[in-house]
């Protein structure tokens, strides 16, 4: 079965500081791997996505994310926080045909000026 | 505007008063789902639907129901609901295996059973 694994449930970084935040997943073939955003009071945004091809993906807002199948990863990186990026982030995993899609249990970013 | 409308936003019942959660979308997508989201459990997956009158379980499909009677709604009913229903719910939908992958999701429906 899929499942995704998202060590950090909270981190705190200051605006201007770079950001990881890690994801590992589980999956038997090439997963199709999402990284979503959640404001406040909000529905889900998404950030990136990874199908196949370049391991290094860009999404919007100035994330991008880099894909190791060797270490079952799918960390997301931004080099420069704003303090709008404080929110929860999701890692996702899904398969071909996108019957089912398996999120993990999300990572809140604190921004401190 | 391409949108997943979900209604109502919020809704305090009480245990065992049925009620129905409905999610619409204006994308012509195949591909339907519901999810809850808890602290620290992240989204999990209760019913998903691949097309009309096609619907299978997630992970966590216990007291729910639903169908899928037209391509663009996929209401999600709660026969009976009990206090660990309480939760907030997010209807999703995708265009299926002609799209990119990414799923477009509805502002939520916050939901309290006392």
Same mark, same amino acid.
């Given at each position: 079965?899929?499942? *995704?694994t998202q060590p950090d ?13 890690r994801c ?32 290094? *993906? ?33 890692c996702? *995993? ?6 089912? *899609?398996?999120?993990g249990t999300g990572t ?6 | ?18 009620? #129905? ?75 299926? #295996?002609?799209? #990119? ?10 939901? #309290?059973?006392?």
């Amino acid at each position: 079965a899929q499942s *995704v694994t998202q060590p950090d449930i909270h981190i705190t970084v200051s605006e201007g500081a770079s950001l990881e935040l890690r994801c590992n997943y589980s999956y038997g073939a090439t997963p199709y791997l999402f990284w979503y955003v959640q404001s406040p009071g909000q529905g889900l945004q998404l950030l990136l996505k990874y199908f196949s091809g370049d391991t290094l *993906v860009q999404g919007i807002k100035g994330f991008e994310a880099e894909f190791k199948r060797s270490q079952s990863s799918f960390n997301l990186r931004k080099p420069s926080v704003h303090w709008s990026d404080a929110a929860e982030y999701f890692c996702a *995993v899904g398969q071909r045909g996108y019957q089912k *899609v398996t999120f993990g249990t999300g990572t809140k970013l604190q921004v401190i000026p | 505007e391409a949108q997943v409308t979900q209604n109502p936003r919020y809704l305090i019942t009480v245990t065992g008063k049925k009620l #129905t959660v409905t999610c619409s979308q204006n994308m012509n997508h195949e591909y339907m789902s519901w999810y809850r989201q808890d602290p620290g459990l992240g989204l999990r997956q209760i019913y998903y639907s691949m097309n009309v009158e096609v619907t299978d379980k997630g992970d966590v499909p216990e007291g729910y129901k639903v169908s899928r009677k037209e391509k663009r709604n996929f209401p999600l009913i709660l026969e009976s609901p009990s206090p660990n229903q309480t939760s907030l719910y997010f209807c999703a939908s995708n265009s299926g #295996t002609s799209g #990119t992958g990414e799923l477009f999701f509805g502002e939520g429906s916050r939901l #309290t059973v006392l």
